[in-house]
């Protein structure tokens, strides 16, 4: 099986799904003669001309109407943000447009747009440009929330979300584009709201998503070094959330560490904390601990924004209170 | 190869043992099985034995005083060994001065260690009135020592708050496997039982669940009835009084002979001087009462309340389950009194008629089956009541007569169930040896 970055299972994605259905375009910011901020639409200007790939100005929120406008008439924009920071100018669109007018038209009006782009803390670009907007979206009915950490699972949900008839934001990394995995050759989709369990372990499950999930088998490597074998459960969609993966792991193992990347109040790890104490309540055997960013706009400092990020070694220190091992 | 010398759990219920008298001296050889000293276990004083040959090296504890189980007390090794790393964690002190004359304390203590002894903590349930001393556990082997130091933490924990811990999982193993979480250690912080603690009890025998096949079931066999309230409530109940609660058994048999009599010379003057043999019964315990608060009593958790007033609850079969009337001060009332208002509950519970403040309150029960034929049985404790009396049926047994020949006497056997964080056996003993008096002597009721 060939083995690609992150950033070419995005533009194969892109590539094939523009080949299989002409109403998909893609629209952005430098997405077509730059061939995108981070290259992800490398070529993709050459091969499908600039009625399909087409850039904008520095407007997001403006593009972003454009596109709810061509998902209303019936086009499958897809729509790229330099990064989710920017993208909060767009939020109106995001928000009030795109993840209601479903409902609000009662039912006249699906909107098939992908909102996408990098997500989170890549390394020293400071606070404005370092934040992980996962649980601000799904907080959002009406709209689907994809955080893909793998190759396979980014070309495979990338594909999912351009043939979803309704809206789908698709929080990429710019950490996570060089990153490299085995993608194969013929045609997959990868399902919104279907976790994967990275890893199998029978003492404790590890719950997490995005770029999160390379820290937590990073942590798992090492916990096998101490013994400690654990689940790791990506849930690569946020909203909806796979609650029965969930449930299962948690049965199995009896303890749950809940790692993100964002904040802590009302994050992801809350409504996972929910879901367990719910489901799961006769199955514990300790509290589910939560390992996210803290609590502080992103330090510019290397030390300090080290400090503050969620990483292996505070995922390790979780999973050993959980197992009442510290 | 040193042997480090433990405090051993030499009672089931020893958390702590106080080293009475060395019986060794540092630099003597001792063998395996010697007796090194003796410690004062929460039961009695006991033998600690030596578990390796060689020298005592180090007495790490001084005559008098106490460690926890699974403490270091004391190393045996070669002559030459050093033992320098054994002793460094070890909290020591110096053996050489004991806190008490040993004389004094062997004295005192073996006084108290008796069958009925005094609990020495009350968060500390003992069941030994009903079994003598365990002087056989000192041939038992003993605990792995690294278990201990957990369990000391846990009940160090456990008695600030004296609730139990525990996780949610463990709930659900315990009640699964049968297991009473108020019984078991935990381990985990602040002392919450955690899956663990719940299997390495499982792991303990007795709990060898029964592995029959299950037999096939059939539509028809069974049928599922939900439960009414009430039988939820006599459910929690119930289970809140056989879990906690340290329960022992004290059966006695009384002669009815002048009960019966009385009876009888009562109905000939008179309908309206009719009286049952519970009624005259119920008389004679509510009279018993009055002369023993130490069971006419509650236990409120962190403490118990004795009561000057009997207020003596009666149990009352009723189609839907059993249900417990109130005679407010019973023994204030006549007999005559006691019968008709008995009378009265229990027709009125068996139309479900009673008011919650008739069915509450009572400071002690009394649970007759002997109309339904059985001789002799147990009941529950009503919490926060610390005593049940059961009373069978009245039974004509064949008994000596002093003559070297038998005759036929009315008896009863009437067993009290005594919630023992409260009533030592003695105690209920005193009762039961009043309520004889009373029932074999019944004129003592009008005096």
């Known amino acids: 099986m060939p083995v690609i970055t992150y950033r070419d299972a995005l533009n194969q994605a892109l590539s094939e799904e523009m080949h299989r259905d002409d109403r998909v375009f893609l629209m952005g910011e430098e997405v077509a003669v730059y061939q995108g901020a981070y290259k992800v639409s490398k070529g ?14 520095i407007t997001e929120l403006g593009f972003a109407g454009v596109g709810v406008g061509a998902a209303m008439v019936g086009l499958r924009p897809i729509i790229e943000f330099m990064t989710w920071n920017f993208a909060v100018l767009a939020l109106d669109q995001v928000l009030n447009s795109a993840s209601k007018l479903l409902y609000m038209s009662g039912g006249q009006y699906n909107i098939p747009i992908v909102f996408r782009g990098p997500n989170g803390a890549a390394l020293q670009l400071s606070a404005q440009h370092s934040q992980a907007f996962e649980s601000w979206l799904a907080h959002i009915p009406g709209l689907k929330v994809v955080t893909p950490g793998t ?46 369990l990275k890893r199998e372990g029978d003492h404790c499950s590890i719950i997490t998503n995005g770029k999160m999930a390379l820290v937590a088998m990073q942590a798992a490597d090492q916990l096998v070094k101490q013994g400690i074998n654990v689940d790791v459960v990506d849930l690569r969609t946020v909203r909806p959330m796979d609650v029965e993966a969930i449930r299962t792991s948690v049965e199995k193992t009896n303890r749950a560490v809940v790692l993100e990347e964002g904040w802590e109040i009302c994050g992801i790890g809350t409504q996972v904390v929910d879901y367990i104490q719910r489901d799961c309540f006769d199955s514990l055997d300790a509290p589910v601990i939560r390992v996210h960013q803290a609590d502080v706009p992103m330090p ?12 292996a070694a505070k995922t390790i220190a979780a999973v050993r209170k959980v197992m009442y091992l510290d | 190869m040193a042997t480090k010398v433990f405090m051993e759990a030499l009672s089931p219920t020893m958390e702590e043992g106080r080293l009475v008298k060395w019986l060794k001296n540092e630099g003597d050889a001792v063998k395996s099985g010697e007796t090194l000293a003796e410690v004062e276990t929460d039961k009695a004083i006991m033998e600690l034995v030596a578990r390796g040959d060689g020298v005592l090296r180090k007495r790490l504890v001084g005559e008098g005083e106490s460690r926890p189980v699974g403490d270091l007390v004391g190393v045996i090794a070669a002559a030459d060994e050093n033992i320098d790393s054994l002793i460094a964690g070890a909290s020591t002190s110096d053996g050489a001065t004991p806190a008490k004359a040993p004389e004094q304390v062997v004295a005192t203590t073996q006084e108290s260690a008796g069958a009925s002894a005094v609990p020495q903590t009350q968060a500390q349930p003992q069941g030994e009135a009903s079994t003598p001393p365990q002087q056989k556990i000192i041939n038992a082997p003993p605990p792995p020592p690294q278990a201990q130091p957990q369990q000391a933490t846990a009940a160090a924990a456990g008695s600030n708050g004296g609730q139990v811990r525990s996780s949610p999982l463990a709930r659900r193993l315990a009640s699964e496997r049968g297991l009473d979480l108020s019984r078991l250690q935990g381990s985990g912080p602040g002392g919450r039982i955690i899956k663990r603690d719940i299997e390495s009890a499982a792991t303990q025998p007795a709990v060898a669940a029964s592995a029959a096949p299950p037999r096939a079931t059939a539509a028809g066999d069974f049928e599922d009835v939900a439960l009414t309230q009430i039988r939820k409530t006599i459910a929690k109940r119930l289970a809140e009084s056989i879990g906690p609660i340290p329960t022992f058994y004290l059966t006695a048999e009384y002669d009815l002979t ?27 315990v509510a009279t018993a009462l009055s002369q023993h608060p130490e069971v006419n009593a509650h236990w409120l958790g962190d403490r118990i309340r004795y009561h000057h007033r009997v207020h003596l609850g009666m149990a009352v079969a009723t189609n839907d389950g059993l249900i417990v009337p109130v005679i407010f001060d019973a023994d204030q009332k006549r007999m005559s009194e006691i019968s008709r208002e008995a009378r009265e509950l229990a027709k009125r519970a068996r139309e479900r008629k009673l008011k919650p403040e008739e069915y509450t309150g009572s400071t002690f029960s009394i649970s007759n089956l002997g109309m339904f034929g059985i001789d002799q049985f147990t009941a529950i404790i009503n919490p926060p009541e ?62």
Request: aromatic share 6%; proline share 5%; net charge negative.
């Open chain 2, 258 to 284: 002048r009960v019966t009599e009385m009876r009888a010379a009562m109905a000939e003057i008179g309908d309206e001087f009719k009286v049952s043999i519970n009624d005259i019964l119920m008389k004679a």
């Open chain 1, 300 to 311: 510019y400092a290397k030390n300090l924004e080290r400090a503050a990020k969620p990483d």
């Open chain 2, 386 to 447: 610390v005593a049940i009396l059961a009373i069978g049926s009245a039974q004509d047994v064949a008994v000596p007569d002093g003559k070297g020949g038998y005759e036929t006497r009315k008896r009863v056997r009437v067993t009290m169930s005594c919630d023992h964080r409260a009533v030592d056996g003695a105690v209920g003993a005193a009762f039961l040896q009043t309520l004889r008096r009373l029932i074999e002597n019944p004129l003592m009721l009008v005096y």
């Open chain 1, 44 to 57: 993709l200007l050459q091969e499908f001309g600039e009625m399909r790939v087409v850039d904008t100005p």
């Open chain 1, 151 to 196: 190759p396979y699972d980014a070309k495979g949900l990338l594909k999912s979300a351009i043939r979803d008839d309704n809206p789908v934001c698709f929080l990429e990394g710019e950490m996570l584009y060089n990153t490299k995995g085995e993608v194969p050759e013929e045609e997959y989709t990868i399902p919104i709201g279907k976790a994967d």
